[in-house]
């Protein structure tokens, strides 16, 4: 579902030291998975610190759609009656996946190469993302796809009857393309193999191995090489989501750039596919330490210890762009209070988000009186050791540059507005009591 349509102001002023515990939600990536492969298993999958935010929401009721039984029991507690691999029903309706790539292009490959026909919407956002990067593989299963123009949503996929595994490799680094694929393989017979030049998330992977799924992940000459073997039974699990390192990033950022500020975040997720921000802020000279390092539901999780101090601005090689995908929108905020020029490299998939992020944030700190250059595939910030503040940025309908411009305005001269911070329902939905519990100052 959509996010209501009156826009949501919300300002952010200077504040004082941020002290405290920030608990984030669950991660958003392994959320959708665990609905997903809940619904493609045969019995109960148990889930635990669930996202609930509006893109999981949204996944949850097309799990629904597709004739999984669904069910909240509690505070990010859920169960799913799975229907097993190729077991989805034809759902009645549209299936609407709201703001949420992961959610479509996901739900799209898992249901691929099973004989019934769905269509897929979205918002306004997420209906100019391109749909090609994935229909296009699906159709090598023996899919029928239709598309609107540009190969956007509104989409229609007639799922194969007859499906054959495929042999792929992705044009981008995407988990994304990666999972469809995969996805649709698991009802294919044979084995699906998915070639990835960059290494991408890979909760996937994790998560088909834990519910019983052959599949085996290389690094050869051909690159990363990912092999699945076909029409598995997939076994529920007990899936504990850890917190999200994506949601992270803000209140670790806050009291990165807040003088004074020193704050915990437990249990977050430190799966070395996500981990490329947190590996920039040591260069930047981040004072965070990884407390209690654990293994939680098949994930490496820590505490963190965060505290603020003076940062310098660092070189980000295109190779690490992948591990920190979401995260380059509010480190060009942090880039703002470090001393000297970060440069973010081969970054051009940012322009396909829920927004053009390096538009909007280049946009939208300038305003603010930050020094920002960028090209197609790269971001330049002149760090000045702080920003002037004062202006009001356009969101997008995209929660992380929402989120990003509000942290900024914590530590700026002068208030920051963003036009828009409902979409911030999507990913984070606790961000404002959250980060007022720590201090922050917004409203
Ligand atoms: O697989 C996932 O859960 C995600 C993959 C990434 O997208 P791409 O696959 O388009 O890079 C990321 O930006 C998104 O927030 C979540
Ligand atoms: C890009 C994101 O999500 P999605 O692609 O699922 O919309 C994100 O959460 O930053």
Redesign the pocket.
Known sequence: MSHSAEPLPMTARRSGPLTGEAKVPGD??IS??ALILGALAVGETHITGLLEGQDVLDTASAMRAFGARVERLGEGEWRVDGVGTGGFAEPEGVIDCGNS??GV??IMGAMATTPITATFTGDASLSRRPMGRVTDPLEQFGCEVTAREGKCLPVTIKGAADPVPVRYRTP????????AVLLAGLNAPGETVVIESEP??D??ERMLAGFGASIRTETTDEGHVITLQGRPELKPQPVAVPRDP?SAAFPVAAALIVPGSEIRVPGVSRNPTRDGLYATLLEMGADITFENPREEGGEPVADLLVRHGPLKGVTVPPDRA?SM??EFPILSVIACFAAGATVMQGVH?LR??ESDRIDAMAVGLRANGAKVEDSPDSMTVHGQGGLTGGATCATHLDHRIAMSFLVAGLASEQPIRVDDGGPITTSFPDFLPLMRGLGAQID
Do not use: F, M, N, Y
């Open positions: 958003k990536s959708h998975r790539g992961t292009r996901l981008v680094a995407s988990a994304q393309i990666k999972s991408t998330r909760h996937t994506s992948a995908i979401d998939e396909v988000k």
